[in-house]
């Protein structure tokens, strides 16, 4: 692709980053028959190939001397808040576009010069990565529960109570904004799958939001600000490894190298592993769910997990394998490749698309009647738990 960006923007490193992601792409269009919106919408501007012309077009543009700017922007707002980043284009593509890194670079220029006023983002924001503020106004909603729509209600559940876990260890558990509040339970039952097989798991009480949502909202000054801080502090515990169990916060955590450009940075991110990658040589047996037995089970792997990761150290099938090797039958889901329209911020951004998103991969989970639906994240989880009739859980806990 030829590109003639903007003085101003090819004169920054993410400029000249942007402009060679361009050049790589071929126009081929592969990437929008693995596109979850374009397949819902089959407009070429839902799709990846659109998306890239239309931050082409708004990198090439000169704000100060285009004086139909605004209009543009408001169709590039439109696009680009649509998409998922679920970035199985990125496993698509047979020429290597990065996909991810340019829709970060266009929704950052785009905030700059024309911010968001959605009603939602303060909240997004501020409290939804904070625990000690999000934890308050859940527990407020809870004697509503019920009153909710049911999508809604997963958020709200009372979690069980779960034994404090050690604060001092040699593997660090990254217990994650949502995670740690609503389904706590994942991360206690690791701790005790590890402890059985001779690690030191432990918590981090002064842990960060890892600055992914900031980020995907445009926000990546203050994603950054967070990341840095989050290193500097997590560095303290020199940990041997740095394990997530919520593959959407484990993608951005492992990419904290690139992103901030630091040694630090980089040699911490190195540290951070997939709860797939730890456990994937150990042997477990099956677990029980309320005293049931479970047997079928549909795998549903994030995006975050399959696309978002798989050149950061994650080899596709290591999660199937334990399941497998534990005597779980793993059903075959259809189009297990695309999104269920969690992704992260959006099913809140974006209810309409979400909504038809997870109508559809309910649909496909549900073809073969599985005892249970599992995911290895908490935006997949709580967003999937109401279309289902089966219950949908985090992988762990199939694990005993």
């Not at 994937?280 to 997990?305: M, V």
């Amino acid at each position: 692709m030829q590109t003639q960006l903007a003085a101003s923007i090819i004169a920054t490193e993410h400029g000249r980053r942007a402009d060679e992601i361009l050049r790589a792409c071929v126009h081929c269009g592969f990437c929008n028959a693995t596109c979850p919106t374009y397949q819902v919408r089959r407009d070429e501007l839902d799709g990846p190939r659109g998306r890239i012309y239309l931050i082409k077009n708004l990198l090439e543009s000169d704000p100060d001397n285009d004086p139909d700017s605004g209009t543009a922007n408001s169709t590039v707002r439109t696009h680009l808040d649509r998409c998922l980043t679920c970035r199985a284009c990125e496993t698509t593509c047979p020429s290597g576009v990065r996909y991810g890194e340019l829709v970060e670079i266009g929704r950052e220029v785009l905030e700059r010069r024309a911010p968001s006023r959605h009603w939602l983002l303060p909240f997004l924001l501020h409290i939804v990565p904070n625990p000690r503020l999000l934890a308050p106004l859940l527990a407020l909603g809870r004697p509503f529960r019920s009153l909710l729509p049911r999508r809604h209600r997963r958020l709200l559940r009372r979690p069980p109570q779960t034994r404090a876990l050690p604060s001092t260890g040699r593997v660090l558990l990254v217990q994650g904004c949502v995670q740690r509040l609503v389904t706590p339970e994942v991360t206690a039952h690791l701790a005790g799958l590890l402890e059985a097989r001779g690690l030191a798991p432990f918590v981090a009480e002064d842990e960060l939001c890892c600055g992914g949502l900031a980020l995907h909202l445009g926000r990546s000054d203050a994603a950054r600000a967070t990341m840095r801080e989050n290193v500097e502090r997590l560095s303290r515990y020199e940990a041997d490894l740095i394990v997530s169990s919520a593959s959407g916060c484990g993608v951005t955590l492992k990419d904290y190298g690139r992103l901030l450009g630091s040694r630090d940075a980089a040699a911490f991110a190195g540290k951070v592993r997939d709860v797939g990658q730890v456990l994937a040589g150990f042997r477990f047996r099956k677990r029980t769910l309320d005293g049931r037995e479970l047997h079928r089970i549909a795998w549903h792997p994030p995006c975050t997990l399959q696309h978002g990761q798989q050149g950061v150290g994650v080899v596709g099938g290591v999660v199937e394998g334990i399941l497998q090797a534990t005597g779980y039958e793993l059903v075959p889901v259809e189009d297990a490749h695309l999104c269920c329209g969690a992704a992260g911020s959006y099913s809140l951004l974006q209810p309409q698309m979400a909504a038809e998103l997870k109508r559809r991969k309910a649909s496909a989970l549900a073809q073969h009647a599985p005892d249970a639906v599992a995911t290895a994240n908490i935006g997949c989880q709580t967003h999937l738990a109401d279309a289902m009739a089966a219950p949908v859980l985090h992988w762990l806990e199939l694990l005993a």
